[in-house]
């Protein structure tokens, strides 16, 4: 150590070791310490060790083996995912996707058992209102008698509220909406995301809504993907 406190020069200095004896590693600033010590001492390797030997690159038969291993899980998965899509539980999606691969109806089943297109009156696009046009066609018929759904499709919903009052939505073909409002009731057991071959009782001619006091009868109407449309010429076109 200098007179000054700074450590001399030569403490940093390899100093022989005893002969035979193998020398140990050393503090710095105790008698004996190399700076080769220091990666020893911190776990490190020494400045004579030699490094280590280069990662081998995986060989062509390792790889081929993990790529068939991805193989065989995609394909697992994949036959999981057909069984799964056949099973009753995934009956609705499946008939969604089939609704709407499906194109539009070229005609329709008069929603309203025992009336025929001929008694039906046009009035879709009639004035209702200051400011509102009728979207569909009113079908009348006595109180209580058998709603029926025009199409196939999908329940898509089951509500009372609005214009419409006691209302049904069905997914039909190429995704258009078909409404059914101012039930009296809806047939008991008819719910949401049920599938309804044509001709499936939905619900019973009433007057709910806004309808509220007026003839008995139905509104029907269909949304396309412009908007609601005439189905008239469709129930017409049923022979």
């Given at each position: 150590?200098?007179?000054?406190?700074?450590?001399?020069?030569?403490?940093?200095?390899?100093?022989?070791?005893?002969?035979?004896?193998?020398?140990?590693?050393?503090?710095?600033?105790?008698?004996?310490?190399?700076?080769?010590?220091?990666?020893?001492?911190?776990?490190?390797?020494?400045?004579?060790?030699?490094?280590?030997?280069?990662?081998?690159?995986?060989?062509?038969?390792?790889?081929?083996?993990?790529?068939?291993?991805r193989l065989c899980i995609l394909v697992?998965?994949?036959?999981?995912?057909?069984?799964?899509?056949?099973?009753?539980?995934?009956?609705t999606p499946r008939a969604v996707w089939?609704?709407?691969?499906?194109?539009?109806?070229?005609?329709?089943?008069?929603?309203?058992?025992?009336?025929?297109?001929?008694?039906?009156?046009?009035?879709?696009?009639?004035?209702?209102?200051?400011?509102?046009?009728?979207a569909g066609v009113d079908i009348f018929?006595?109180?209580?008698?058998?709603?029926?759904?025009?199409?196939?499709?999908?329940?898509?919903?089951?509500?009372?509220?609005?214009?419409?009052?006691?209302?049904?939505?069905?997914?039909?073909?190429?995704?258009?909406?078909?409404?059914?409002?101012?039930?009296?009731?809806?047939?008991?057991?008819?719910?949401?995301?049920?599938?309804?071959?044509?001709?499936?009782?939905?619900?019973?001619?009433?007057?709910?809504?806004?309808?509220?006091?007026?003839?008995?009868?139905?509104?029907?109407?269909?949304?396309?993907?412009?908007?609601?449309?005439?189905?008239?010429?469709?129930?017409?076109?049923?022979?």
């Amino acid at each position: 150590m200098r007179e000054d406190g700074k450590p001399r020069c030569d403490a940093f200095l390899r100093k022989p070791d005893a002969p035979g004896r193998a020398r140990e590693p050393r503090c710095p600033g105790s008698s004996g310490f190399h700076p080769a010590d220091v990666p020893i001492l911190c776990g490190g390797r020494g400045l004579n060790t030699p490094s280590p030997e280069p990662r081998s690159r995986p060989t062509t038969a390792l790889r081929l083996r993990r790529w068939l291993l991805r193989l065989c899980i995609l394909v697992a998965l994949g036959l999981v995912a057909t069984w799964a899509w056949h099973q009753p539980f995934l009956a609705t999606p499946r008939a969604v996707w089939s609704l709407y691969r499906q194109p539009p109806p070229t005609s329709l089943v008069v929603p309203v058992q025992g009336v025929r297109a001929r008694q039906i009156a046009d009035t879709f696009g009639a004035q209702r209102g200051a400011s509102r046009r009728h979207a569909g066609v009113d079908i009348f018929g006595k109180r209580g008698t058998p709603v029926l759904s025009a199409t196939a499709g999908v329940v898509a919903s089951i509500r009372e509220g609005g214009l419409g009052g006691r209302q049904v939505w069905i997914l039909g073909p190429a995704g258009e909406r078909h409404y059914y409002a101012h039930l009296q009731d809806w047939r008991p057991g008819l719910e949401e995301g049920q599938i309804v071959p044509a001709g499936t009782v939905l619900g019973f001619v009433g007057d709910s809504g806004n309808a509220k006091g007026t003839p008995p009868h139905l509104h029907y109407g269909i949304y396309g993907k412009d908007g609601a449309y005439d189905p008239l010429p469709l129930l017409r076109a049923t022979r």
